[in-house]
């Protein structure tokens, strides 16, 4: 899990690894919000060289966006990406429905499912859009993201 004292470093790594403010302002305005529900980090000598944040839906209710993920530049190709987001889903994704918005190469690999996400009517596309999690196969449901995201 991501401390406070950490906030710093992970603002850094999301500048870098994205190339611009958008996504740390996105985690800044998802912790203001309330709309945060879990951080986390890969250490590397003390070092935060990984990120992953999940954030709460507004619907349906109890399922979470897995947003952003990055790996400092120095750092990506070396595991830890991929490592943290299958923590993630190990620690959430039994009890909790997760969808995430990116490329369907590198979250199948974590054990999201684009088709899984097939049926979900989203603002982003759904060709770029994967689930995990319990429930129906391909729930047929209208994801609402948290205003932060609107932001961005
Ligand atoms: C995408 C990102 C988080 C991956 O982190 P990482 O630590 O480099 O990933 P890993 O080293 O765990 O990569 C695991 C595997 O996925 C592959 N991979 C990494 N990024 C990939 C991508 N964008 N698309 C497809 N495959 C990718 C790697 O080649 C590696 O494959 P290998 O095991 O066969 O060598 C990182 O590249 C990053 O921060 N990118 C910029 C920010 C970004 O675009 N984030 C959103 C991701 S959708």
């Known amino acids: 899990m991501a401390t406070p004292p950490q ?6 790594l999301l500048t870098c690894a994205f190339g611009g403010p958008d996504e740390a302002r996105l985690v800044r305005r998802l912790r203001a919000a309330g709309d945060m529900a879990a951080e986390y980090v890969s250490l590397q000598g003390g070092v935060v060289v990984s990120y992953a944040a999940l954030a709460k839906f507004g619907a349906p209710h109890g399922w979470l966006a897995l947003a952003p993920v ?20 190990a620690r959430h994704a039994k009890a909790q429905t997760i969808v995430v918005l990116g490329r369907p ?15 979900l009517t989203s603002p982003y596309p759904i060709a770029n859009t994967l689930l995990s999690g319990p ?4 729930p047929d449901k ?3 993201y948290p205003a932060a995201f609107g932001a961005v």
């Open 70 to 89: 990055a790996t400092l530049p120095e750092f990506q190709g070396r595991g830890f990406g991929l490592s943290l987001v299958r923590a993630v889903c």
């Open 7 to 12: 906030f710093d470093q992970i603002e850094t």
């Open 135 to 138: 429930g129906a196969d391909q």
């Open 105 to 119: 190469e590198f979250y199948q690999r974590a054990g999201f499912s684009l088709k899984r996400a097939a049926r």
């Open 142 to 144: 209208t994801l609402v």
